[in-house]
């Protein structure tokens, strides 16, 4: 996600939040990065920590929780080692960051080194790295330099922003003031680079299993 600064800060906290954190972060479209533009970077770091403090975490079976446990032991081990390893690194923890068996509190790290694999790679878990960017360009440059490119979403105001963005950002996906863990069925689903090629939706993942055949007859 990368939020610019005439973003509607409260609509993209509610938002990144849902992205994050929903399933406990172990989807393929989980948010796990946000680049926020410096003019309102102290102000979303603040409110989406306060945000992710409050979101319930806990037993699943209680119908009032909405983060619980990872899929196993060893995937809240890794998630740890990988957060503790960006606090030595000079990171800071503003919002959760502890582990208790397999449940780890939602979090959000700021100043996380560009090559942590909580920037780099797939955390798969309820946590989300917010990086200020001095303009949207230099966070574009930051998602094409990415490995990978599955969704991408944008919070302006600004529609020449917008499709600047949507021309220049890799990603299989472009969303605009929607949440980057946002897809339909019928839509043509997928990634660029290590996010996998082909497309899922009905129409597009048909084509995919057929053998295209051309056929010229001259009388």
């Known amino acids: 996600m990368v939020v610019a600064a005439d973003a509607d800060l409260d609509r993209a906290v509610r938002d990144a939040t849902t992205a ?23 102000a979303f770091q603040a409110a989406l920590a306060r945000s992710f403090a409050a ?28 957060v ?37 790679e ?18 574009i ?12 979403a944008l919070y302006t105001g600004s529609l020449a922003t917008s499709l600047d963005y949507a021309r220049r950002a890799e990603a299989g996906t472009v969303l605009v003031n929607v949440a980057p863990s946002f897809r339909t069925d019928h839509m043509p689903y997928g990634g660029v680079k290590g996010s996998g090629q082909g497309r899922e939706g009905v129409k597009y993942a ?4 057929l053998q295209e055949k051309l056929v010229v007859l001259r009388p």
């Open 20 to 42: 994050a954190l929903s399933g406990s972060g172990q989807a393929c479209v989980s948010l796990q990065r946000v680049y926020v533009e410096r003019p309102v970077a102290s």
């Open 55 to 82: 979101t319930p975490c806990g037993d699943p079976r209680d119908e009032r929780t909405v983060v619980g446990p990872l899929i196993s032991r060893d995937a809240a081990e890794r998630l740890a080692a990988w």
């Open 84 to 120: 503790a390893a960006a606090q030595r690194a000079g990171a800071r923890v503003a919002a959760g960051g502890s582990v208790e068996d397999r449940l780890m509190a939602p979090t959000v790290l700021v100043d996380v080194p560009r090559d942590n694999p909580l920037v780099c």
């Open 122 to 139: 797939e955390a798969f878990g309820p946590v989300v790295s917010v990086i200020v960017v001095d303009s949207v360009s230099a966070a």
């Open 141 to 152: 440059d930051e998602v094409t330099a990415a490995d990978y490119g599955l969704n991408t």
């Open 206 to 209: 048909v084509a995919e299993l």
